[in-house]
């Protein structure tokens, strides 16, 4: 209903990727994609991303939403997390 919300399609990311099966995670990826498109800045988006791409076996990918999750929110208490991952992908 609302395409041009980044907000709209966070939740509907979040809520395919708590889904079981590997379409839930592809919508979720297509949508926390579309999300950060919208509002680059909307980090958890990054961040999720990035956690479900690794899981993909998308290392590249992944390392990279990482990254920029890191970059724009080096506070945010996720940030150990995305560094772990990191190191676990070889980044």
Known sequence: RNP???????????VAS?????????EAVVEYR?????????????FNL????ANQGKSGEAAD???DFIQKAPQDPD?????E???KLGQ
């Open 18 to 26: 708590q889904l079981p099966g590997p379409s839930m995670k592809s």
């Open 65 to 67: 939403e990482l990254r």
């Open 85 to 87: 991952i990191l190191t």
């Open 34 to 46: 579309r999300a950060v498109a919208l509002n680059p800045r909307l980090v958890q988006a990054h």
């Open 4 to 14: 041009e919300s980044p907000d709209c399609h966070y939740n509907r990311a979040w």
């Open 50 to 53: 990035g956690i479900i791409l």
């Open 79 to 83: 940030v150990a997390s995305a560094r």
